[in-house]
């Protein structure tokens, strides 16, 4: 009985020392990059963590901008100057998928991701045609601004409160978010939490628009696919592992 207790804790010893090195590597491995079972389901990676291939200044271009690689992460570098400014747009049009992405802010930042947005001279900002997940530091934000639940980190920007309540990691810190639309149904998460969802095809959805001030554009929320475009932060923001798993 003593040599059989022995014999499963050392077998016991060996799983768990075996799932440490199974953590650490997890740990270790490199950003901006997919694993073979990503590769399998059908992720693509929409950042290579070395240039803004497949990214281009919204109604602009691939100019010069703003927008910059350094050291694996997509920034909104705030200390450029002489170049454009304005949202970072893809270059592909998605439909039906389940997108997630890691995000930092600076202190006090205030940014976003827009999709289903519609890229065309009439329209003079991303904004006004795509719904926001919204990027946020809150706690550097004041009370007033958060009470609502509309403008936390995490929400269907200014229309619905959060789903639940979660706070970003602090300012500079990676932060990790996921959103899936599924025919004009869009989910949103942070850190592993639902924040956000809405259906865009629903009477609801028309009455949240026009309680807010996105009324203002006609345009707006009505496009159930589109371009992924990241908000120009004066200050800074940063992105990385940015995929993209199309849903048929």
């Given at each position: 009985?003593?040599?059989?207790?022995?014999?499963i804790?050392?077998?016991?010893?060996?799983?768990?020392?075996?799932?440490?090195?199974?953590?650490?590597?997890?740990e270790?491995?490199?950003?901006?990059?997919?694993?073979?079972?990503?590769?399998?389901?059908?992720?693509?990676?929409?950042?290579?963590?070395?240039?803004?291939?497949?990214?281009h200044?919204?109604?602009?271009?691939?100019?010069?901008?703003?927008?910059?690689v350094?050291?694996?992460e997509?920034?909104?570098?705030?200390?450029?100057?002489?170049?454009?400014?304005?949202?970072?747009?893809s270059?592909?049009?998605?439909?039906?998928?389940?997108?997630?992405?890691?995000?930092?802010?600076?202190?006090?930042?205030?940014?976003?991701?827009?999709?289903n947005?519609q890229?065309?001279?009439?329209?003079?900002?991303?904004?006004?045609?795509?719904?926001?997940?919204?990027?946020?530091?809150?706690?550097?934000?004041?009370?007033d601004?958060?009470?609502?639940?509309?403008?936390?980190?995490?929400?269907?920007?200014?229309?619905?409160?959060?789903?639940?309540?979660?706070?970003?990691?602090?300012?500079?810190?990676?932060?990790?978010s996921?959103i899936?639309?599924?025919?004009g149904?869009i989910?949103?998460?942070?850190n592993?939490?639902?924040?956000g969802?809405?259906?865009?095809?629903?009477?609801r959805?028309?009455?949240?628009?026009?309680?807010?001030?996105?009324?203002?554009?006609?345009?707006?929320?009505?496009?159930?696919?589109?371009?992924?475009?990241?908000?120009?932060?004066?200050?800074?923001?940063?992105?990385?592992?940015?995929?993209?798993?199309?849903?048929?």
């Open positions: 009985m003593k040599i059989k207790s022995v014999t804790k050392i077998s016991l010893f060996i799983c768990f020392a075996f799932a440490i090195q199974i953590a650490k590597g997890q270790t491995l490199p950003h901006n990059i997919l694993s073979q079972t990503e590769v399998k389901a059908g992720w693509m990676l929409l950042f290579d963590g070395k240039t803004t291939n497949g990214w200044l919204y109604n602009e271009g691939k100019i010069k901008s703003a927008w910059a350094k050291n694996g997509l920034i909104c570098d705030p200390n450029t100057e002489k170049v454009e400014r304005g949202d970072l747009v270059d592909q049009i998605f439909t039906n998928y389940d997108f997630s992405f890691e995000w930092k802010i600076s202190e006090a930042g205030n940014s976003g991701v827009f999709i947005v890229e065309a001279p009439e329209f003079p900002t991303a904004w006004t045609t795509g719904p926001e997940y919204q990027l946020l530091d809150n706690a550097n934000m004041s009370s601004y958060l009470k609502s639940g509309k403008f936390s980190a995490g929400c269907v920007y200014s229309l619905s409160p959060l789903a639940n309540e979660v706070q970003p990691n602090p300012a500079g810190q990676w932060n990790s996921r899936l639309q599924q025919n149904v989910t949103f998460w942070l592993g939490i639902e924040t969802h809405e259906d865009m095809k629903t009477d959805w028309k009455q949240l628009i026009a309680a807010s001030k996105l009324s203002n554009f006609p345009s707006f929320g009505k496009a159930i696919q589109g371009k992924i475009a990241f908000q120009d932060w004066s200050k800074g923001v940063a992105l990385r592992n940015i995929k993209i798993r199309e849903i048929l």
